[in-house]
């Protein structure tokens, strides 16, 4: 059974940084894709950053520059290093892992950005 279970979220000044990070209970490379979306209040979840099993990473155009996506294969793991952060990258961030037809889902981790 696939779980990912994100940490890192928290309250942070503008211009501050955050790393979240997404545990898997299976190997990363099982999945062809794996990444970041966040939601915030009255908008639709978006991609914020993701990788691929080659390595490959794209990045949502608002982010591009200050958040960098990457993985570490022998714990399992996709962390999102979030650098000069603003208020509009408050939101609910999820992590996400892709394989075949199915997507899974975290459960969420909050991120706050506020003077």
């Known amino acids: 059974q696939v779980q990912l279970v994100e940490s890192g979220g928290g309250l942070v000044q503008p211009g501050g940084s955050l790393r979240l990070s997404c545990a898997t209970s299976v190997n990363i490379f099982s999945f062809h894709a794996m990444g970041w979306y966040r939601q915030a209040p009255g908008k639709q979840r978006e991609l914020v950053a993701d990788?691929?099993?080659?390595?490959?990473?794209n990045y949502a155009d608002s982010v591009k520059g200050r958040f960098t996506i990457y993985r570490d294969s022998a714990r399992n793991t996709v962390s999102l290093e979030m650098k000069d952060l603003k208020t509009e990258d408050t939101a609910i961030y999820y992590c996400?892992?892709?394989?075949?037809?199915?997507?899974?889902w975290g459960q969420g981790t909050q991120v706050t950005v506020s003077s």
């Open positions: 990788i691929t099993s080659g390595g490959r990473t």
């Open positions: 996400n892992a892709q394989r075949l037809q199915y997507a899974y």
